[in-house]
């Protein structure tokens, strides 16, 4: 097309006809133009798709991590009511004087003292802010909420850490005195991911092993962590509530989102 008005020019200028020249030359400058508006629309165009196909990726994996989320703020529900429950009750308990006593103490004990944490599953959202692509996540309610979720997580884990010292000086450091797992076949731990019983303790090992039982119920620094325990525990419980009621609103504005895209 260039080389035809290339032509028509110079037929022109022969012929010394500048005014169609003019009209010529202006008319390929304009086909020029429009030319590289064309293209750079079309590459244009290109880069939008692939963002959008990326920002498509990004929502599908916070997704992913969301729902994994929501399962594991279920079951550390459960886990921090159970605590709470075996605290109320083993602090009301009488010192075991029977075997059947006894294991339903420790059982208590176990539940108490074991060390649970909940950890988001924030894989997408760590690669979109360390590979500076949060802005392609054009809604800015759901960028907004995925900080929103990092500032409540962030409290979590201040919470949990303040927790674990609590555990440490008034339940760990104390336990560091008396038997642990009295009750546990100890040939099979490490074996199996359950906690075998032993089936039989003879008169002697009872005695001393509900006794002890009695000391750890009554000692005044074990029961201050336990009443710990129930406070703290009962916040994490406030907390991961509303953990799950974020997590659910940005559920819902991601599906909406990706109905769009």
Do not use: C
């Amino acid at each position: 097309m260039i080389s035809f008005f290339r032509k028509i020019r110079q037929n022109l200028l022969s012929q010394n006809r500048v005014t169609r020249y003019l009209v010529y030359a202006l008319g390929e400058i304009f086909l020029v133009v429009i030319g590289i508006l064309i293209a750079l629309q079309v590459n244009n165009w290109n880069e939008n798709r692939l963002e959008r196909q990326l920002e498509k990726k990004y929502l599908h994996g916070l997704q992913r991590d969301l729902n994994r989320d929501i399962e594991g703020l279920d079951r550390m529900t459960n886990n921090r009511k159970d605590i709470i429950n075996s605290a109320l009750k083993v602090m009301k308990m009488n010192t075991p004087s029977t075997l059947e006593e006894l294991r339903e103490v420790n059982d208590e004990f176990l539940m108490i003292h074991f060390w649970y944490e909940f950890t988001p599953n924030n894989n997408t959202f760590n690669e979109l802010t360390s590979s500076g692509n949060l802005s392609l996540i054009r809604n800015d309610t759901i960028k907004d909420l995925l900080m929103s979720m990092e500032i409540l997580n962030a409290e979590i884990v201040q919470n949990r850490n303040h927790m674990r010292r609590d555990y440490d000086h008034y339940i760990y450091d104390e336990l560091a005195n008396y038997e642990w797992l009295p009750l546990i076949n100890l040939d099979t731990l490490g074996k199996t991911n359950r906690l075998i019983p032993i089936e039989e303790v003879n008169e002697d090992r009872l005695r001393n092993l509900n006794q002890e039982a009695g000391e750890i119920m009554n000692n005044k620094v074990i029961r201050n962590g336990w009443i710990l325990a129930i406070a703290n525990n009962a916040y994490m419980l406030d907390l991961y509530k509303e953990m799950r009621k974020q997590n659910a609103r940005l559920q819902d504005l991601i599906e909406r989102e990706l109905q769009g895209l």
